[in-house]
C-alpha cells in the first residue's frame, strides 16, 4: 500500500539523486492526502527529478501523487518518465490536466510522448491540441518510425537569405510564437529551400545592416527527413552540429533538429546495444514481470539451443572423457576463457560498426590484432594453466594439450568476435541483437573440440 512506503526506499546516495529533504515531504503529503503540500514540495524541483519520483514510487502511491498534483502537472515531466511508467500516469491523469499538460510541449516532444501509445490514449493527447499543432504532429507521424520526421520539432526561426541582421532582429522582436529554445535562424531562398544558419551569438554581435549570408555557419548541412534517427545522431556527434534543419524529398524546409534531441537518441543508441549484448532486449526497471519474462525468454532460448550444440561435441568423446576423468574437470576453464575473451572483442566490434570507425577499409587491420592479441593472451594464460594441470593431476602431457586448447580457442574467440558482427551488420541483422549467441557458439563448440580432440590424439 501506498502508506508502507517510506522515504529509506527511495532515496539514494550520491550527486544529482533523490535524498531524504526531498522525498520525506513529498511522501508525507501523499500520505495525508494533502494536495497544497505536495504541490510546494514539487515546486523547486525539475521535472526529470519529478519523473524520477514518479518511477521509483510503488503503483499506488504514483497514481494517488498524480491525481494530488492535479492542474499543476507539467507536460515536462512525461516527457522525462520511462516508457511503461508514462502510460500509467496519462492513464491516472484526469483528461483535462492532461490537456494543458501538453499544450505547451514542443511538437517533438508530443510525437515522442505519444507515438508508442495505444489508439485512445493518442486520441486523448491530439484532441487535446490547436488544430494547427495537431496537424503538425499528424504529419510528423506519418514519418517512418525512427527517423528524422519523428525526432523533428515544427517550431523554428527561418528568415529569407536576402535580409540583413536589423531585419532578423526586428522580425524575432515582432512575433511571441517563437520557440522556447533555438539556437540558429535559418536562411532560406524563395522556395523555402534551407542555403544556411546564423547563430544567434553572431546575430547579436553584428551590425544591423550586416547581410545575413556573410555570418552563415560552415557547419552548415540538412538532414533527410526519412534519414535513420541513428544516422543524425552520428551527423551531430561526428560534426559537432547544435541544430540542423530537415528537410523534405524536394529540399524544403520542414523541421529542426536540435542536440539535445539528437544525444537522447545518441543514448538510447548506446543503451540498446548494452541491453542487447546481454540479451535483455530494451527492458527497463519499470518493466512488469510478464514483459520482462517475455522479453528474456527468447534469449535465453537461443542460449539453451548453443549450450545443447556444445553437448553434442562433448558427447562425441565420451569415450575419452570416460578413459580420462581429468577432463572433465578442466573443460570449462577452456570454454569460459574463450567466450571471455569472445566477449571482448565482441563488445568492441560492435560499437565501431555503431560509430562507423569499423569499415571495409580496416577489418583486416582490426582482425589481424584481435587475433594477435589472442594469441599472446592465449599463450600468457596456456604457460600458467598447462602448469597447473601438469601438476594438479600429475600429468604433464594434459598440461600441453591444455595450453594448446587454450591458445586455439582465445585465437578463435578473437576472429569471431570481429568477423560475426561484420557479417551480421552486411546481412542488415542487428549486430548488438544476435551476434553473442553465435560468439559463444563458436568459442563453445571450438574450445570443447580442441581441448578434447586433442586429449584423445596426445592422451590415449
Known sequence: MAEDQTAEEIIAEGDYVLDRDTVAPVLNAVREGDSDALIAAFDPLHPADIADLLEQVDDDTRVRMVQLYGQEFDGDILSELDEGVREEVIAALHPEVLAEAVRDLESDDVVDLIEDLEDEQQNLILDALAVSDRVAVEQSLSYPEESAGRLMQ????AAPEHWDVGHVIDHMRAHDDLPGQFYHVILVDPRMRP????????IMSAARTTPMRD???DSFRTIPVTQDEEDVAYAF???HLISAPVVDEDDRLVGVITIDDAMAILDEEHEEDILRLAGVGEGSLSDR???TVRARLPWLAVNLVTAILASLVIDQFETVIAGFVALAVLMPIVASMGGNAGTQSLTVAVRALATKDLTSSNLWRVIRREVAVGFVNGAIFAIAMGAVGALWFSTPMLGVVLAAAMI????IAGLAGVLVPVVLDKLKIDPALASGAFVTTVTDVVGFFAFLGLAAVVLL
Open 237 to 239: 556527434n561526428q560534426y
Open 289 to 291: 514481470v510478464v514483459e
Open 408 to 411: 586455439i580457442n582465445l585465437v
Open 195 to 202: 542555403t544556411g544558419y546564423v547563430t544567434l551569438g553572431r
Open 215 to 217: 555570418l552563415v555557419e
Open 154 to 157: 515544427r517550431e523554428m526561426v
